[in-house]
């Protein structure tokens, strides 16, 4: 009995966490536009900017899931962003790299890279937090998740739908659920 309401409990914990990463998920497409908006300057600090959603997120799941302290929780989500502007300059080289390609095959392979990239750094930074899983097999459907998920990613892309993305909620609800699934064991 007590293993059924433990599962149910969990159950219940990883949808709040997926309906967090659709919310996520919506408002970061909507950022760059705001801060086009307010006339900032691009650079590197503005896509960091762009992640916050994700990586608010990131904190309550790693706070919430895991026994780390609260400055760990803050040091994920700032490797949530680092690692969103990094995902973000791989799929940006990927496709300037198959600049011959048709754009659906670029915008596929950029999205598995970005996804790759993203998801690994964000998996090495909070394994190497205190109480963080130390096992790769933890990490590995995180990892599958976000690199698959990333290839969704050129879906939205290429039916222009980079403002209003239909499938980048999805991809950052199942990034998190995945991340609160690795930092159970």
């Known amino acids: 009995m007590t ?9 219940n914990e990883l949808l709040k966490i997926a309906i967090g990463g659709l919310v996520s998920g919506v408002l970061t ?3 760059p536009a705001g801060l086009d908006w307010l006339d900032v300057r691009p650079g590197m600090w503005q896509l960091a900017v762009v992640a916050l959603p994700f990586a608010v997120l990131v904190f309550i799941v790693v706070r919430w899931r895991s026994a780390n302290p609260l400055w760990a929780a803050v040091v994920a989500a700032i490797v949530t962003m680092i690692a969103f502007v990094a995902a973000v300059n791989a799929a940006v080289y990927i496709d300037g790299q198959m600049a011959g390609a048709a754009k659906a095959m670029r915008s596929l392979f950029a999205g598995l890279a970005g996804g790759l990239v993203g998801s690994a750094l964000m998996a090495l930074g909070i394994a190497l937090l205190p109480a963080g899983p130390r096992k790769a097999a933890s990490w590995m459907p995180m990892l599958v998740t976000g690199t698959v998920a990333g290839s969704l990613l050129a879906l939205d892309n290429s039916l222009g739908l980079d403002r209003t993305s239909l499938l980048y909620p999805v991809w950052q609800a199942a990034v998190a659920v995945r991340l609160a699934v690795a930092l159970r064991r």
Do not use: G, K, M
């Not at 293993?3 to 149910?8: K, P, R």
């Open 3 to 11: 293993n059924a309401i433990t599962a149910d409990t969990f159950r």
């Open 29 to 31: 497409p909507l950022l």
